[in-house]
C-alpha cells in the first residue's frame, strides 16, 4: 500500500520567514496530494491540494509543488504570521473508486511561528 | 451552516460499555469517512462508505462497526471499548466522482474509564 514520508517532524521559524515542509510518495498510481492544518484540539482544515496534472499550485501566502518523477511535494508558507501555528499533515490518495479514496496521511509537522 | 456535525462532542463511556457516535452532514456528499486521532498521530482511516457501500480497512479491529442508513447520516458503533480506543474521532465527507477534497468534522474526543 501507499507509505507517505513527511519531513521535519518539528518546525520552528520566526515570524515573517517562510517554511518549507516536504512530503515524499511509495505508490505513482497517487494523484492527489492534500494538505492539512490541525490546530490543537481542533478538526483537520484543507488548505491546499494539488492533483497529479499539475506542478504547483498557489493560494496567497500558500503553495504547493509536486514532482511525479521523483515522487515528492511540498507545502510552502511565506511571511509566516503567530497563527500560521499548528500541525501540518501531508496526504495521498490515488483519486476515484472503491478504495482509491483513501487519504493516507504522513505523520504530521509541528510548525511554531515565533512572534 | 455546519457542514459536518459530529454529536456528542465529548463522550465518556466505561471500560466495556457500548457507545455510538454521530455524524450528519448538510453537503449531500456521496463519501462518509471515519477516522480515528490519537493523539500526536495522524488521523487513521477506519472505514469509509461510498453511498451504501460499505469499505473496512483491513487493520480495523472488529470492535468497530458502522451504519450508514441514509446520505446524511453515519454512525460508528464500538461494541466493547478498551482504554486503547481513547480517542479523538473524526468523521469526514467528500463529494465522490472526480472531487477528491475530504472535508472533516469536529470530531468526538472519546474517553474510556
Not at chain 1, 500541525?87 to 483519486?95: E, I, L, M, R, T
Not at chain 2, 454512525?75 to 475530504?102: H, K, N, W
Request: charged share 20%.
Amino acid at each position: 500500500g501507499e507509505n507517505v514520508e513527511q519531513h521535519p517532524s518539528t518546525l520552528s521559524v520566526q515570524e515573517g520567514d517562510s517554511a518549507v515542509i516536504k512530503c515524499t510518495y511509495s505508490d505513482s498510481a497517487s494523484n492527489y496530494f492534500p494538505w492539512y492544518k490541525q490546530e490543537l484540539g481542533k478538526r483537520p482544515q484543507l488548505i491546499i491540494d494539488i492533483r497529479s496534472n499539475v506542478g504547483e499550485k498557489k493560494d496567497q501566502r500558500i503553495a504547493v509543488t509536486l514532482n511525479k518523477t521523483a515522487k515528492h511535494f511540498s507545502l510552502h508558507i511565506t511571511e509566516t504570521q503567530p497563527e500560521d501555528s499548528a500541525v501540518y499533515f501531508c496526504a495521498a490518495s490515488k483519486g476515484s473508486g472503491g478504495s482509491n479514496y483513501k487519504l493516507t496521511f504522513g505523520k504530521g509537522t509541528l510548525l511554531t511561528v515565533n512572534p | 451552516d455546519a457542514m459536518v456535525i459530529q454529536n456528542p462532542r465529548y463522550q465518556v463511556t466505561q471500560f466495556g460499555k457500548p457507545v455510538t457516535l454521530s455524524c450528519s452532514q448538510t453537503l449531500n456528499h456521496n463519501v462518509m469517512y471515519w477516522y480515528q486521532q490519537k493523539s500526536s498521530q495522524a488521523p487513521k482511516l477506519l472505514f469509509h462508505y461510498y453511498d451504501k457501500d460499505f469499505n473496512n480497512e483491513a487493520d480495523t479491529p472488529d470492535n468497530f462497526q458502522s451504519r450508514r442508513p441514509n446520505t446524511s447520516f453515519c454512525f460508528l458503533d464500538i461494541r466493547s471499548p478498551g482504554l486503547g480506543d481513547a480517542a479523538m474521532y473524526l468523521c469526514a465527507t467528500s463529494r465522490g466522482g472526480t472531487v477528491y477534497e475530504q472535508y472533516f468534522g469536529p470530531g468526538t474526543r472519546l474517553t474510556v474509564t
